[in-house]
Each structure stands twice: as structure tokens, then as C-alpha cells.
Nanobody, 122 residues
Framework: QVQLVESGGGLVQAGGSLGLSCAAS????????MAWYRQAPGKQRELVAA???????NYADSVKGRFTISRDNAKNTVFLQMNNLKSEDTAVYYC????????????????WGQGTQVTVSS
């Protein structure tokens, strides 16, 4: 019903920048919170940043001041600008969205993207 497609991952040197984007498509009525999570090898998936439909944001302490989350509600797209990247930012980054679909207006469903690899070399 709903697909999330991420793009923008890759390899970057420490101190560099990368931007991620995630576009949602399908039977969408509205999207509540959109977020980015990441999972490094051998570690649990963790929240990186989240943004509500109204634009309120929250960040993991480890990325505050370096990462910026934003969204384009008209295009159902969320972005993550990552600056001053560190080797510990290396992970697979996943997009997440809480979606009200046109088929079920009273239920919020949670969807995930397929993930995009971010590798920071030191």
C-alpha cells in the first residue's frame, strides 16, 4: 500500500557531508511523524532523528548539531542532512513513517524503507 524509497547513501571521509532523502508513495492520506533510524553491525537499530507533520524535531544526542532533519509535506519526502560525519556514523540508515492510508482513515500504520548504507572512513 505504501512504499518508502531512500536515496543518497554512500562513502564519505570523516568530516564530510552526505544528504539522504526518502520519498513515500502509495495510498497515502496523511503522514504523521517521519524519522530516520540507523543500524550498525552488531548493534540494535536506533533513532537518529524524527520530525512531525508540524515540523517539530528531535535528535539523538550523538547527532545533535551535526544532522538536520526536514520534510516536504507536499511531496511526502523526508530529508537528513549529515555534516561533520564520524566513523561511528557508519550504519545502514532506514526511513520510517507513520501513515494514515486512504483505505483505513482511523488507523496509523508504520512503514519502513529498505535502508541505505552510509560508510564514513577515518
Amino acid at each position: 500500500q505504501v512504499q518508502l524509497v531512500e536515496s543518497g547513501g554512500g562513502l564519505v571521509q570523516a568530516g564530510g557531508s552526505l544528504g539522504l532523502s526518502c520519498a513515500a508513495s502509495g495510498s497515502i492520506f496523511s503522514i504523521r511523524t517521519m524519522a530516520w533510524y540507523r543500524q550498525a553491525p552488531g548493534k540494535q537499530r536506533e533513532l537518529v532523528a524524527a520530525i512531525t507533520s508540524g515540523g517539530s524535531t528531535n535528535y539523538a544526542d550523538s547527532v545533535k548539531g551535526r544532522f538536520t532533519i526536514s520534510r516536504d509535506n507536499a511531496k511526502n519526502t523526508v530529508f537528513l542532512q549529515m555534516n561533520n560525519l564520524k566513523s561511528e556514523d557508519t550504519a545502514v540508515y532506514y526511513c520510517n513513517a507513520g501513515v494514515i492510508t486512504t483505505r483505513s482513515l482511523f488507523v496509523e500504520n508504520n512503514y519502513w524503507g529498505q535502508g541505505t548504507q552510509v560508510t564514513v572512513s577515518s
